[in-house]
């Protein structure tokens, strides 16, 4: 029977010796040498004592205490100042290495700083010129020149008394990555530790260049979100420019919008496919943006999901719109390339979503309200229409059936009741007249508000055979929705003056006015006529007959506006209408 054979495992290496400290070597020597010299001694003499010759007694004594004694204390002493010489050279290594560790320190507390004002540099140039001083901190150079693309460049001097590089200095250029070079001089040439520090900084700049780009992207395309928020009342228009402005930022090619109907349906509102060809209409949405208004939160479709929102696309990005009662709409992204959405911003793109519900509510509130407008003009021409013209008519007709009557019997008394019915048809056709002149559309988008008050002006002396003089002075700055309230006043104002005033001239300001600093310019209308006037106490809360809107609602409208309205009349004074509006 064999015995299995055992792994033979190698022997272990000796222990090294260990070196003795300084402070037991000098508790070695004051305890062991004494006692030690003393055993020698007793030894010695004791031996020199057998001897018995007083010749061979000196030659002893002296070889002994001048070889012996001064030998022992001389490696005693060399033994104790062996351990002095390595606890110095303990020492100045601890020094040199406490050196580099505090110079490694104060590079590293230098380039975290260097990164935090990265970080917080508010645009790319302040950026550049952080970068600059940044460097000449960590690297300890004399100067730095920081350049990036699109022409920004910055420059820095660190402790030195040269106002720029001179020959004299070591020059190290690294290239950033992106674009653009980081140019350092030393006073010394740099070392490869130095070199490879540049470098990380080039690397570290070149994240910071990166993000403040993006950072300003993203405001730029939040920017123009509000613009479109702000200029545009059209639906499809709105959603035309809010989902291209997000599309150009993900660098994507398709785009739709969705929204809920009455019935909460998903309907298609707007769509621009990969070819670029727009698409309206109320087709029902695909089955991955009811997901995503389900969900109500950003979701991504890849493959089969993608194509059924766009037939080309690999990847589709849909963003819900929701706001307090529940979703407004789903807006999606699509793109042919599988990772087109891989590291997209989607809190900013989920922000976007958030202003674009904003604007769809503003802009249901605003064709609503133009809905309501419409109802209550067309009320109020049949109300007029009823008070007015059809009453006027009817007494003309009384008038020539009592003319028929008369004919024979009083020719005379017939004609002047001819004559009266003649003069009222022809009143009354001028009322027709002013109705349709105050209910034509008018283009403001298409003439901007001073051509169109111009145009306006012009028509209103022609039609009502009143002398008009216009005055337009000023830079004018109103958002769309001030420009219409502006010229819904001046057209209430004239009508007014046509209906009632009874005047042969009426004039016409518009004023804009920019004030220094802060502050913000106004725009001032202003409509006076030479009419009868009247008591601006005695008719404030009446809607007039002209424009729909009583003086109260004028000055409701304004106010709402951050504007003001005042209106100056007396019996037989005329009238002065003045609407202010703040500048954008």
Do not use: C
Request: overall charge negative; hydrophobic content about 45%; glycine content about 8%.
């Amino acid at each position: 029977m064999t015995n299995a054979t055992r792994p033979v495992r190698p022997a272990a290496p000796p222990p090294a010796p260990r070196d003795v400290r300084l402070s037991d070597r000098v508790r070695i020597v004051r305890n062991v040498l004494p006692p030690l010299i003393v055993l020698v001694v007793v030894g010695i003499e004791l031996l020199i004592f057998q001897l018995r010759d007083t010749r061979a007694e000196l030659i002893a004594h002296l070889v002994f205490y001048s070889l012996v004694g001064p030998a022992v204390t001389f490696f005693s002493v060399e033994w104790i100042a062996q351990g002095t010489r390595a606890r110095e050279q303990a020492e100045r290594e601890l020094r040199e290495l406490y050196g580099e560790l505090s110079t490694s320190n104060g590079q590293l507390r230098a380039v975290q700083a260097l990164m935090r004002d990265l970080a917080e540099a508010s645009d790319l140039a302040e950026l550049v010129e952080v970068a600059a001083r940044g460097a000449v901190r960590v690297t300890g150079a004399t100067h730095s020149t920081l350049t990036v693309p699109g022409g920004l460049s910055a420059s820095a001097r660190g402790e030195t008394l040269l106002a720029a590089p001179s020959a004299d200095l070591s020059a190290l250029k690294v290239p950033v990555p992106g674009g653009g070079a980081l140019a350092l001089h030393f006073a010394a040439p740099p070392s490869d530790e130095t070199q490879a520090l540049a470098q990380a900084l080039a690397a570290e700049i070149a994240n910071g260049v990166e993000a403040a780009r993006q950072r300003t992207l993203d405001l730029v395309t939040l920017f123009s979100v509000d613009q479109s928020i702000r200029a545009e009342r059209n639906m499809r228009r709105l959603l035309s420019r809010i989902t291209r402005n997000m599309a150009e930022r993900l660098r994507a090619d398709a785009r739709a919008a969705y929204l809920s109907d009455q019935d909460g349906v998903l309907r298609l509102e707007y769509a621009q496919d990969f070819a670029g060809r727009e698409e309206t209409g109320g087709s029902p949405a695909p089955a991955f943006a009811g997901r995503v208004a389900e969900s109500g939160k950003p979701l991504l479709a890849t493959g089969e999901e993608a194509r059924g929102v766009f037939p080309q696309a690999a990847s589709v990005l849909g963003l819900p719109m929701r706001d307090e009662s529940g979703s407004v709409g789903v807006l999606v992204i699509g793109d042919a390339r599988p990772d087109a959405f891989e590291g997209a911003p989607v809190p900013l793109l989920a922000f976007m979503a958030g202003q674009a519900t904003l604007a769809v509510r503003n802009a249901r509130a605003y064709l609503y309200s133009e809905e309501l407008a419409i109802s209550d003009e067309r009320a109020r021409i049949a109300r007029e229409i009823h008070d007015g013209v059809a009453q006027s008519l009817a007494f003309a007709a009384l008038k020539l059936d009592l003319v028929t009557r008369q004919l024979r019997a009083d020719p005379d008394r017939a004609e002047a009741e001819v004559r009266d019915a003649s003069a009222l048809l022809r009143e009354q056709i001028r009322e027709v007249r002013r109705s349709i002149f105050a209910l034509r559309p008018v283009d403001l988008e298409r003439y901007g508000l001073q051509e169109t008050i111009r145009r306006y002006v012009a028509d209103f002396g022609e039609q009502n055979g009143v002398r008009t003089t216009l005055d337009l002075s000023g830079s004018i700055h109103l958002s769309p929705g001030d420009e219409a309230a502006l010229f819904r006043i001046l057209q209430e104002s004239l009508n007014n003056v046509a209906k009632h005033a009874r005047a042969r001239e009426v004039g016409v300001t518009l004023r804009g006015t920019e004030l220094p600093g802060p502050a913000t310019g106004r725009v001032t209308l202003r409509v006076q006529d030479d009419g009868v006037g009247f008591d601006p106490e005695a008719v404030s809360g009446r809607v007039s007959s002209a424009g729909g809107l009583g003086l109260t609602q004028m000055r409701e409208r304004l106010e709402a506006r951050g504007g003001g309205y005042r209106l100056f009349s007396a019996p037989g004074q005329g009238t002065v209408v003045e609407a202010e509006l703040p500048q954008l």
